[in-house]
Nanobody, 124 residues
Framework: QVQLVESGGRLVQAGGSLRLSCAAS????????MGWFRQAPGKERESVAG????????YYADSVKGRFTVSRDNAKNTVYLQLNSLKPEDTAVYYC?????????????????WGQGTQVTVSS
């Protein structure tokens, strides 16, 4: 089992940057693919980015391509999401998720474990 704890969310102005972190418990973190999702008030959860177990392959939603970067440090049991050129529409609770099956795409149902989320608010 994996426990995930996100951090790094805060209020930021449009055009600013943030780095979110997701710390995982357990010795087998490197065997999990990871994903980042977000949910804005009144909207469905949407995929943001994903990364395979080694960090060699990534996925990005079209809405964040070129602005967000996902990475991981298996030695630190942590996955990161760098958010640049933030827009008000990026405001949401951001969640990280772990997939034991190696999936790192946009389908949330293929992830087994979820964190509690961290709030990102972008002011205009």
């Amino acid at each position: 089992q994996v426990q995930l704890v996100e951090s790094g969310g805060r209020l930021v102005q449009a055009g600013g940057s943030l780095r979110l972190s997701c710390a995982a418990s357990g010795r087998t973190f490197s065997s999990y693919a990871m994903g980042w999702f977000r949910q804005a008030p009144g909207k469905e959860r949407e995929s943001v980015a994903g990364i395979n177990w080694s960090g060699g392959r990534t996925y990005y939603a079209d809405s964040v391509k070129g602005r967000f970067t996902v990475s991981r440090d298996n030695a630190k049991n942590t996955v990161y999401l760098q958010l640049n050129s933030l827009k008000p529409e990026d405001t949401a609770v951001y969640y990280c998720a772990a997939s034991s099956g190696g999936y790192y795409g946009p389908l949330g149902g293929k992830f087994d474990y979820w964190g509690q989320g961290t709030q990102v608010t972008v002011s205009s």
